[in-house]
């Protein structure tokens, strides 16, 4: 194995070929040569990997920024360019298995030939390979959770001749990837999966001819999204945990790619993202029941339920005081069986939405430009909150503002006292330990000061009611 497999020269030149390449679109397989395959996917994968590389070569791996310490490791880490795991020369031909191992969230591997998919060993063999290569990975962008991928299928690449034929034949390329790990939490969900998705079907197969692959596949998940997933395919969902038949495909890629947490990178970025929702949902809400007409600017509170922590306490207080500004106050409450539709209605019809930070403010993707996003901000979850919600709401362009709650507002406070180091200090008591986070995540609650956040109410509903005024 090395950092780049040698190719016969003679027989293998990128240069004649580029000029032919440059009008054919990126990754398409289908009635091109194996040489011109390998050849481009070689250039595409080298830029992608590259760049991927360079991005997060300053940060830890929980996306924060690298310390002096780290320079050493994150130096030997870009110089990591593209790792072959086959590559073999056979009658003028060349057969391979791929993987980019180099980004810090995902593992990207390719089979550039046709490819016969046993479904009920989760194998994918490169038919007519003499080699012997093996690959196992786990197609689920945050590798380095051990947690998440636990709940992940690994998936086997083998270049092995296979033990049976092909069931069912496509004409197009397979792009695999799993609904496991985190999948279920609205954030995930969508940081995880289908941002990670939208990437890599906007980058690899720009036409959408593309054959989805999905393991760990859920029905709960196919039916939450079953407006969306059409507009990444133009063909029939292969679903791994249900399929007997073996498929076969001209080539595949397993592994999804992804730029950060809730994050885009040009030439798409999270606009594009934001409107193809917007593509999605706004024919569906026109078939829905009609808006009820508002005099006053309307805000979704986004309410937390149950045994999970950062619930506001005295949630009806803090709504009555939203309504003294002169909102318009609906609560939301979001889980599993949420239509997607339904929600898009709802938000993307209001001026402002507010919630602790959590999961639920991953919907913050249907709000309109112009509209206003009010975080509450528990104690030590700053870094969380910036992240995951304040940069995607600037970035599409709404009017962000940030609640950070004191110690009184915190839960914990009456739990472990205020001078306790969970209280007053809580990066010394964490010590870059996430485990020690569950303290802030599953365990505090928020009592807001309503004197205090009475100014970032009125704050709220003045920029809201901007967005509203420009209705009529």
């Known amino acids: 194995m090395g950092v780049l497999a040698h190719v016969d020269s003679e027989n293998f030149d990128c240069s004649t070929h580029l000029k032919y390449l440059t009008s054919r679109v990126v990754m398409k397989y289908r009635g091109g040569s194996v040489k011109t395959t390998a050849c481009l996917t070689f250039l595409f994968l080298f830029l992608l990997v590259t760049l991927s590389t360079l991005r997060n070569s300053t940060k830890h791996p929980d996306g924060s920024p690298a310390s002096s310490d780290s320079t050493g490791s994150q130096k030997q880490r870009a110089s990591v360019i593209y790792e072959i795991t086959d590559v073999r020369t056979v009658s003028g031909h060349i057969e391979a298995i791929t993987c980019n191992s180099s980004n810090l969230d995902y593992d990207l591997c390719t089979i550039g030939s046709q490819t016969l998919l046993d479904p009920t060993t989760a194998t994918f063999f490169a038919v007519g390979s003499t080699s012997s290569a093996l690959v196992k990975t786990r197609p689920y962008p945050r590798k380095r959770d051990k947690r998440a991928l636990s709940d992940v299928r690994e998936i086997t690449l083998s270049s092995s001749p296979p033990d049976s034929t092909c069931g069912v034949t496509h004409a197009s390329p397979a792009l695999v990837f799993s609904t496991g790990g985190y999948t279920g939490n609205f954030f995930h969900d969508f940081n995880d999966g289908l941002i990670p998705l939208f990437i890599t079907v906007n980058s690899l197969f720009p036409d959408h001819d593309v054959v989805l692959v999905i393991s760990d596949f859920e029905d709960w998940w196919a039916q939450k999204y079953k407006d969306l997933l059409p507009h990444f395919t133009r063909h029939r969902i292969v679903n791994m945990e249900r399929e007997i038949s073996n498929h076969c495909f001209p080539s595949a890629i397993v592994g999804l790619i992804k730029h950060g947490h809730m994050k885009m990178d040009p030439p798409k970025t999270l606009v594009d993202f934001s409107a193809f929702l917007e593509q999605v949902y706004k024919p569906v809400d026109s078939t829905l029941t009609?808006?009820?007409?508002?005099?006053?600017?309307?805000?979704?509170?986004?309410?937390?339920?149950?045994?999970?922590?950062?619930?506001?306490?005295?949630?009806?207080?803090?709504?009555?005081?939203?309504?003294?500004?002169?909102?318009?106050?609906?609560?939301?409450?979001?889980?599993?069986?949420?239509?997607?539709?339904?929600?898009?209605?709802?938000?993307?019809?209001?001026?402002?939405?507010?919630?602790?930070?959590?999961?639920?403010?991953?919907?913050?993707?249907?709000?309109?430009?112009?509209?206003?996003?009010?975080?509450?901000?528990?104690?030590?979850?700053?870094?969380?909150?910036?992240?995951?919600?304040?940069?995607?709401?600037?970035?599409?362009?709404?009017?962000?503002?940030?609640?950070?709650?004191?110690?009184?507002?915190?839960?914990?406070?009456?739990?472990?006292?205020?001078?306790?180091?969970?209280?007053?200090?809580?990066?010394?008591?964490?010590?870059?330990?996430?485990?020690?986070?569950?303290?802030?995540?599953?365990?505090?609650?928020?009592?807001?000061?309503?004197?205090?956040?009475?100014?970032?109410?009125?704050?709220?509903?003045?920029?809201?009611?901007?967005?509203?005024?420009k209705e009529g």
């Open 290 to 469: 009609q808006k009820v007409k508002s005099t006053r600017p309307r805000l979704v509170l986004v309410n937390r339920r149950g045994d999970v922590g950062r619930l506001i306490l005295n949630l009806e207080q803090v709504k009555n005081a939203a309504m003294d500004v002169g909102f318009e106050v609906l609560t939301f409450e979001p889980n599993r069986e949420n239509s997607l539709a339904e929600s898009f209605r709802l938000i993307h019809g209001s001026h402002a939405m507010m919630g602790v930070h959590g999961a639920g403010l991953t919907h913050l993707l249907f709000l309109r430009p112009g509209s206003v996003l009010l975080q509450v901000v528990p104690i030590s979850t700053d870094w969380l909150s910036q992240t995951y919600f304040e940069d995607p709401a600037r970035e599409i362009g709404l009017e962000y503002i940030n609640y950070k709650i004191t110690a009184n507002e915190s839960s914990l406070s009456k739990i472990y006292g205020p001078d306790d180091l969970v209280v007053k200090d809580p990066e010394a008591y964490t010590r870059g330990d996430f485990s020690k986070m569950k303290i802030y995540l599953k365990t505090q609650n928020v009592e807001i000061d309503l004197v205090r956040f009475q100014r970032y109410l009125e704050e709220a509903y003045g920029k809201a009611k901007i967005l509203f005024d």
